[in-house]
């Protein structure tokens, strides 16, 4: 049986707004929104690598705050787990993967479109904050 993939994310917030950002790779997602962050590497521990992803791609350091409860699946093999998260350093702006980010208030969290994959998380992170999570659509 393979290993299972962990995939973390930042649920990264300034004051009430929520960052996300615009996917430009791969192809398939690209044009879609994220909670940003990336693959937990061999020897490297969640933590850690949101912490590396984060500095990578939006260039920022960051402060871990709390794992929001659960984890989602995302392709087979593949599961995401999100973090609270603010930023000590730097100002979020698109170097990987991604060709904008946005902060989003409350009443604008579903102005963009998220992945699929992330919908669930988004939720449950505004869940974890006391937001009442308004699904997509209603």
Known sequence: MSERVVVVAGAL???????AARRSAPA??????ELPGGKVERGESPTDALVRELREELGVDVALLARVPGEWPLKPGYVL?????RVLTGEPRPLEDHD???WLGPAETWSVDWLEQ???AVR????????QPVPPGG
Do not use: K
């Open 13 to 19: 917030y300034d004051g009430e707004r929520l960052l």
């Open 81 to 85: 787990q999100v973090w609270t998260a």
């Open 28 to 33: 398939e997602l690209a044009g879609r929104w």
């Open 100 to 102: 904008e980010v946005r």
């Open 124 to 131: 449950e992170v505004l869940r974890s904050r006391g937001i």
């Open 118 to 120: 992330d919908v669930p």
